[in-house]
């Protein structure tokens, strides 16, 4: 097999974006992914098997057999896991990843966001930490996603978002009849109401037309590609420049080292599941926190035994998602239009500021609304089922409002991803075994975040509320999944340095959600994207000062 | 695999073609009715015993109940599917209301009167919660699910709620091209 200048292990967000950038610059490059390319072909918009909601199955992989995870109780009970359970923490395993099928909310993370420990201090027993780099290193990158990939929305509604040198480049959805009706309670509450950042088209852009207002969005990939991921936007690109070839259903192995100790390729599995090897003068690892802390942990050998960039056992902890909590509201008119994205407001009053709890998060509405999640939301003492649960849900499914958001989780070093020792993939690997949990601080502020929720519906006229929180014992990875492979200045504390580079070896990147310190009180992918972007720039620079070539 | 289309030989997934199985059975099903006994899994008296216990999770009213919207033919066809695993859950659970129906009111569940099955159910919730509450999840399902998965006859539950069906705007007014 030719020898590339780059191997790319994961097709998703981050991962196209490396290859896009790599590639345009000249670098010859290969992008593995496990999955398949889906199109919207593929998507039969089915309700229950779907990537959200998999009460059959989940529609964008990984595949339900040959493909388990454990997951470790509290008490220390191990239990292997399916794609299609909660606690599989599951995000996509696809040409795209998480973004073919997700809701595409767009967030930049506020400046504190990244310095999180010098804002609120560190709670006893917590992981909480700054990140090495600032806002300000990453919002030409930022701006460079929501130009490249195309975000739709307008934050002037609100003065809190963090700074920015220029408006979106496409205005938002029109509203909604949700968006109606909460836009001015949540004045009359003295909030900053503004139209949610999305990464859809709402005019033509980038050579495909805008959503067409299905709400048949989060959860599944756009029949009308209006919903803007890697899939449709840097990996064509990256293909048409003749320098990337992507593989899909490859299954990375390990990363290879040499003597010295430097990497030489990856090892992985192919379609029909023989070994190859692409020998490579860098090696980028983008299979999103779970799996990318797995790939390292994999990858023994006798300089490395306890995996690569494990040295100081830090590879797998820190893992975090969100906390998602907030409430219900039972109206007596009907305030559902069936009008997709279905999410279109939300407040940032939250994210930071409330006394003596460290950070917050975002106040949204919610994105779907399909029957089969309404059975188990109605309100306070509605009987589970019988003819009292039957006419509940025909008065209340056109006439009830969501409201919730992503808490920012306080990280744990316990809350981690390691090699199961018995279980085993389709391929004979160990597979990812999850335990622990994020700090307990995380439900105290969840909890204060579903009364705000509470709080705005019952201003917006809901006659009657109930509140969402759980206090989960398992950390919420999930989608939104991060912090496996930290970045920082200390090897002893993180994984890789500020420019995403393994500390032990220099030509090992991890470009994901792993490398988050922190992961904000919002979705994180556009985060995941300007990393992304910014670790490709300095990528490129250490390349062209040849210090990355063997 | 690879199957033969129209004189070409085109690839389709495994989950293609199990979908189209599902689809393709959903067709059978409400074609057919629910009296002739053609199961995959369950035995025809099974399957009277399971639809009494869903009508008490769903009950009619202005609209239809539970199984007259096909639920027990979707709890069915997942038997023999994604829920496989829970075969034996069913078999026992069902097997358990029966001989609980017989033990205090002297009767098959499907032979008792609604109150007496209500008072079953509640008797199930009590004593065999995790069928209870496998009972409860599959029966909503089926009702509130997707008609495509064998359930939710005609979309009945989602006039119920006043939705659209089939819900998804413009998949009707958009075609793909067979994928090659």
Same mark, same amino acid.
């Given at each position: 097999m030719k020898r590339v200048n780059a191997v790319v292990v994961g097709a998703g967000a981050a991962g196209g974006i490396v290859a896009k950038e790599l590639a345009t610059a000249g670098l010859s490059v290969a992008l593995l992914e496990r999955g398949r390319w889906y199109t919207a072909n593929d998507c039969r918009k089915d309700d229950?098997?779907?990537?959200? $909601? $998999? +009460?059959?199955? #989940?529609?964008?992989?990984?595949?339900?057999?040959? #493909?388990p995870r454990v997951w470790v109780s509290p008490r220390g009970e191990a239990t292997t896991v399916l794609p299609s359970d909660g606690?599989?923490? #599951?995000?996509?395993?696809? +040409?795209?990843?998480g973004t073919l099928s997700y809701g595409a909310m767009a967030w930049r993370f506020l400046p504190q966001d990244f310095r999180m420990r010098s804002t609120y201090g560190v709670p006893a027993g917590s992981s909480l930490e700054d990140w090495p780099i600032s806002y300000d290193d990453l919002e030409l990158f930022y701006d460079k996603a929501e130009y490249e990939i195309g975000v739709s929305g307008d934050y002037s509604g609100t003065p809190l978002h963090s700074p920015r040198k220029r408006p979106l480049p496409m205005p938002p959805l029109p509203p909604n009849r949700e968006f109606t009706i909460l836009e001015p309670a949540a004045k009359r509450l003295g909030l900053h109401p503004f139209h949610l950042p999305m990464l859809r088209n709402s005019v033509p852009y980038n050579g495909r037309g805008p959503c067409m207002r299905c709400r048949w969005c989060v959860g599944f990939a756009c029949e009308v590609d209006a919903k803007n991921g890697s899939q449709n936007t840097v990996i064509p690109t990256a293909l048409a420049t003749g320098n990337c070839e992507l593989r899909t259903r490859c299954m990375a192995k390990e990363i290879l080292v040499d003597e010295r100790g430097r990497a030489r390729g990856v090892a992985y599995f192919d379609e029909r599941g023989r070994l190859q090897e692409q020998a490579a003068d860098i090696v980028v690892v983008s299979a999103c926190a779970i799996e990318s802390a797995r790939l390292l942990l994999q990858s023994k050998s006798r300089l490395y035994s306890q995996g690569l960039g494990n040295r100081y056992d830090q590879v797998g902890r820190n893992l975090q998602g969100h906390h998602y909590t907030g409430a219900i509201g039972f109206f007596d008119h009907e305030t559902y239009d069936d009008v997709g994205p279905g999410a279109s407001i939300g407040v940032m009053d939250y994210n930071h500021g409330t006394a003596g709890l460290c950070g917050g998060g975002l106040l949204a509405n919610e994105f779907i609304r399909l029957p089969i999640? =309404? +059975?188990?939301? =109605?309100?306070?003492?509605t009987p589970r089922w019988g003819k009292a649960h039957k006419q509940a849900m025909r008065q209340y499914h056109r006439r009830s409002i969501v409201i919730m958001g992503p808490t920012q989780q306080i990280p744990t070093a316990e809350a981690r991803v390691l090699l199961d020792p018995a279980v085993k993939d389709q391929w004979g690997m160990p597979v990812a075994r999850i335990q622990g949990n994020v700090h307990p601080h995380t439900f105290a502020i969840g909890d204060v975040q579903a009364r705000r929720a509470e709080a705005w519906l019952r201003e917006a006229g809901a006659i009657q509320t109930a509140r969402m929180t759980g206090h989960p014992?398992?950390?919420?990875?999930?989608?939104?999944?991060a912090g496996t492979c930290r970045m920082g200045d200390d090897p002893r504390s993180s994984v890789v340095n500020r420019e995403c580079r393994l500390h032990d070896v220099d030509n090992v990147f991890v470009v994901d959600g792993s490398v988050h310190v922190t992961n904000g009180g919002f979705n994180p992918v556009l985060t995941i994207m300007a990393v992304a972007y910014y670790a490709s720039d300095a990528l490129l620079r250490a390349w062209k000062g040849a210090g990355l070539r063997s | 695999?690879?199957?033969k289309s129209e004189g070409r030989v085109v690839s389709i997934t495994r989950r293609q073609f199990v979908g189209g199985c599902a689809l393709a059975a959903g067709a059978a099903a409400a074609g057919c009715t629910s009296h002739n006994g053609n199961f995959s899994f369950l035995t025809p008296h099974e399957a009277v015993t399971l639809a009494a216990l869903c009508d008490q999770i769903i009950p009619a009213d202005d609209y239809p109940s539970a199984s007259q919207a096909g639920v027990v033919r979707y709890i069915d066809l997942q038997l023999t599917r994604t829920y496989r695993r829970h075969q034996d859950a069913f078999r026992a659970g069902l097997a358990q209301a029966e001989s609980c129906s017989v033990r205090r009111f002297g009767a098959a569940v499907v032979t008792t009167s609604p109150e007496q099955q209500l008072d079953t159910v509640r008797m199930l919730e009590q004593q065999n919660r995790r069928f209870f509450e496998l009972l409860r999840k599959t029966t909503m399902e089926g009702y509130y699910g997707s008609p495509r998965h064998g359930g939710n006859r005609d979309a009945v539950s989602w006039r119920m709620l006043g939705l659209t069906e089939p819900p998804v705007r413009g998949r009707a007014r958009y075609s793909f091209p067979e994928k090659r």
């Open positions: 229950l098997r779907n990537q959200r $909601t $998999t +009460v059959l199955g #989940n529609a964008f992989g990984p595949e339900e057999e040959g #493909n606690s599989y923490q #599951n995000n996509a395993a696809c +040409v795209g990843g999640h =309404m +059975v188990d939301r =109605m309100p306070p003492g014992d398992l950390v919420e990875a999930g989608q939104h999944q | 695999m690879q199957v």
